[in-house]
């Protein structure tokens, strides 16, 4: 699966952002989608997930209740519209495809690119 993140950019604090990510290659509809992100000089973490069929979605405690994960599998598309951004939400935010409920990056199928999100304060 070749994944592409798009919609990254620079917003102020309380601003909202809307990551798109584009998957090409095996059937996407087989695969649990995912975000994850990485600020500098720390692991990457997870930020939410969706299962194949769209109907239950996963979050990290910090985003609950402000980012909303979602997929569109007619165009082989993962969204994560972000709300009520905060300057510590600022990260490089990567689609990954093949997520687990475990959250593990190492469990991961593949990853798009990357798409980098600035909160200022």
């Known amino acids: 699966v070749q994944l592409q993140a798009s919609g990254g950019g620079l917003v102020q604090a309380g601003g909202s952002l809307r990551l798109s990510c584009a998957a090409s290659?095996?059937?996407?509809?087989?695969?649990?989608m995912g975000w994850f992100r990485q600020a500098p000089g720390k692991e990457r973490e997870f930020v939410a997930a969706i299962n194949r069929s769209g109907q239950s979605t996963y979050y990290s405690s910090f985003v609950k209740g402000r980012f909303t994960i979602s997929r569109d599998n007619a165009r082989n598309t993962v969204y994560l519209d972000m709300n009520s951004l905060e300057p510590e939400d600022t990260a490089v935010y990567f689609c990954?495809?093949?997520?687990?409920?475990?959250?593990?990056?190492?469990?991961?199928?593949?990853w798009g690119r990357g798409t980098q999100v600035t909160v200022s304060s």
């Open positions: 290659g095996r059937t996407f509809s087989n695969y649990y």
């Open positions: 990954a495809a093949g997520v687990t409920l475990e959250r593990r990056t190492r469990d991961v199928h593949y």
